[in-house]
């Protein structure tokens, strides 16, 4: 069987030049370079042949599959700089940004506003204040005199100045 390379190789490009997406690609593909495609059947009726046309058709059907294989390849590179492309369209550069969330508050602190803001609907002022007071704080400016059962050493923790 003789085949015309030539033509085939302009029917191949000229076919290659509608492929579009990577779908039509690999459609192409399967017809010329697949288990069943044209270079299959190609190699397999290489059997039929005389010897002396086995190497001149053998060299031919290999240089027309490296053809293809080339020129797929580059469709392919083509169609994927092209859907590139096309994705950097979707990009509005003129939108601002997305921002970062910062975290969140912690559970603890969420609760304590949340009663804080109850209390204060209820007509309650917040009031903040250190968790330990000074003996100045507890006693004296309140006038309570050094001898007072108050100032007893069981009933009040002293803590040492930092």
């Known amino acids: 069987m003789v ?5 085939l190789n302009l029917a191949i ?3 290659a030049s509608s492929i579009s997406d990577k779908k039509d690609l690999e459609v192409f593909r399967i017809k010329y370079l697949g288990k069943k495609g044209l270079v299959s059947e190609m190699f397999s009726s290489l059997a039929k042949c005389t010897k002396e046309e086995k190497p001149s058709l053998g060299k031919n059907v290999n240089l027309f599959r490296q053809n293809i294989s080339q ?4 469709k392919k590179d083509e169609v994927e700089s ?3 492309e096309s994705s950097f369209d979707l990009i509005d550069v003129g939108l601002p940004g ?4 910062v975290g969140h508050r912690h559970i603890l602190t969420q609760t304590i506003e949340e009663i804080c803001s109850l209390f204060k609907n209820l007509g309650f002022c917040v009031q903040e204040s250190p968790e ?3 003996e100045f704080y507890n006693f004296t400016a309140l006038n309570i005199p050094e001898d ?3 100032r007893d050493g069981f009933d009040t923790f002293y803590l040492k100045e930092r």
């Open 98 to 101: 997305v921002s970062r969330s």
């Open 82 to 84: 092209e859907e590139k």
């Open 3 to 7: 085949w015309d390379f030539d033509q």
């Open 71 to 74: 020129l797929i390849e580059a």
């Open 148 to 150: 007072h059962p108050s």
């Open 13 to 15: 490009k000229k076919e």
């Open 132 to 134: 330990v007071e000074t």
